[in-house]
């Protein structure tokens, strides 16, 4: 990694940009860069905001240098020359490994800790997993690191239900990167390009690892879903927290909530009464220890179900003063912002990592009467196209 200045800017260089394609801005001056992401969003969501008389703020960029940002990195693995083990990244457009030694962006532990691995089963003579054909052992492996905390979780995702001399394997992994405190074996033997598999089996430590937000501490597995920059996360959060006006007992659905988050930082803060609602099972079970974590069993509720239908069952009998939705980059459905509407909530905060499905679902949102009080664009990938905003609707 090398550092330069442009036009009184710092610009930075990698030896593998080219090949990864990772970092696209990466020679661009950040704050060029950031430029460009608040025109994306005006350009994007500008009449609209105009329309409803609201805000369009300034983007929110990363404090200090926009580096090792990532706390969470991955690795494919492959077979390489002379018996070892390709790892680091596919170049852009193809499955060949580009090997990374250091990466800008990440964590400085995490592609230590990577890296340790293929040295390891290298050793151990452990065989890298073949795509083609469908064989060998190691696939990809992913690390975990804490933002708050030192913890570092490493997932290993193998072809095999069962890791012959894993205790041996567990032990190399120790001695080569000691800042790893947990280690577990996902299995994934399905021809995919997925990386994760839906069975984990903890080798060593508890198998989690720890993690704080706002103040708040969060357990998160090999499958949780967290955002892998904590650091503007916070932004994000406090952004959204703000956005919902609470001053306290008010009723709030989190939609999306995943491992709870959002809802449980909001509670933390603003002693809300949450609701929080996610399909997936598993990460319903993880909202309900973290809430019991930080002590808001009280204040925090969470449920198993698909939040449309949820909505139409239950949701109507009970009075929302404000809903938060954080949906994946897919954006919302027209059925689900339906259900929003029917509910009545006086605010709605929207949190979207993809502002062209926002967009679409914001029209949707305002058509149902609601109007568009301010848009806050956030930088959580600095060096990519890729920009987040929260956005906040009140009742016309």
């Given at each position: 990694m090398m550092k330069g200045t442009f036009m009184g800017y710092r610009t930075f260089t990698c030896p593998i940009a080219r090949d990864c394609g990772g970092c696209e801005w990466l020679a661009v001056p950040y704050t060029i860069q950031l430029r460009r992401k608040q025109a994306q969003v005006e350009e994007?969501?500008?009449?609209?905001?105009?329309?409803?008389?609201?805000?369009?703020?300034g983007i929110v960029?990363?404090?200090?240098?926009?580096?090792?940002?990532?706390?969470?990195?991955?690795?494919?693995?492959?077979?390489?020359s002379r018996g070892r083990i390709a790892c680091g990244f596919y170049a852009r457009g193809t499955h060949r490994i580009v090997r990374c030694d250091d990466c800008l962006a990440e964590d400085p532990r995490a592609r230590h800790v990577l890296n340790a691995v293929a040295r390891v089963a290298a050793r151990q003579h452990i065989p890298a997993y073949d795509e083609d054909k469908g064989t060998g052992v190691l696939r990809h492996a992913v690390v975990r690191c804490g933002y708050a905390t030192d913890d570092v979780l490493l997932t290993v995702v193998t072809n095999?239900?069962?890791?012959?001399?894993?205790?041996?394997?567990?032990?190399?992994?120790?001695?080569?990167?000691?800042?790893?405190?947990?280690?577990?074996?996902?299995?994934?033997?399905?021809?995919?390009?997925?990386?994760?598999?839906?069975?984990?089996?903890t080798l060593w430590g508890p198998g989690t690892m720890r993690d704080k937000l706002l103040g708040c501490t969060f357990e998160i597995g090999p499958t949780t879903?967290?955002?892998?920059?904590?650091?503007?996360?916070e932004e994000l959060y406090r952004l959204a927290i703000e956005g919902a006006g609470l001053r306290g007992g008010e009723r709030v659905l989190d939609a999306y909530c995943g491992?709870?988050?959002?809802?449980?930082?909001?509670?933390?803060?603003?002693?809300?009464?949450?609701?929080?609602?996610?399909?997936?099972e598993g990460a319903v079970k993880a909202a309900r220890r973290n809430a019991s974590m930080n002590g808001l069993?009280?204040?925090?509720?969470?449920?198993?179900?698909?939040?449309t239908e949820w909505m139409a069952r239950e949701g109507r009998e009970l009075r929302f003063d404000v809903v938060l939705m954080d949906p994946p980059r897919a954006g919302s459905t027209p059925e689900f912002l339906d259900g929003v509407a029917s509910l009545a909530p006086a605010?709605?905060?929207?949190?979207?990592?993809?502002?062209?499905?926002?967009?679409r679902d914001l029209e949707l949102i305002r058509r149902n009467g609601y109007r568009i009080e301010s848009v806050t664009p956030v930088d959580m990938f600095p060096h990519t196209k890729h920009v987040e905003s929260v956005a906040v609707l009140s009742r016309r």
């Open positions: 994007l969501l500008g009449p609209m905001i105009s329309g409803d008389a609201g805000e369009l703020r960029g990363m404090k200090g240098e926009p580096v090792a940002y990532r706390h969470k990195a991955a690795t494919p693995y492959a077979h390489a095999v239900p069962e890791l012959r001399r894993a205790e041996r394997f567990v032990a190399a992994i120790r001695e080569e990167a000691p800042e790893v405190t947990s280690i577990v074996q996902n299995v994934n033997t399905r021809r995919t390009n997925a990386i994760l598999g839906f069975r984990n089996k879903f967290y955002q892998t920059n904590p650091a503007q996360t491992c709870g988050t959002i809802g449980i930082c909001a509670a933390s803060a603003n002693d809300a009464q949450v609701i929080g609602v996610e399909r997936v069993d009280e204040k925090c509720s969470f449920v198993a179900a698909d939040a605010r709605v905060v929207y949190v979207s990592c993809n502002i062209e499905t926002q967009a």
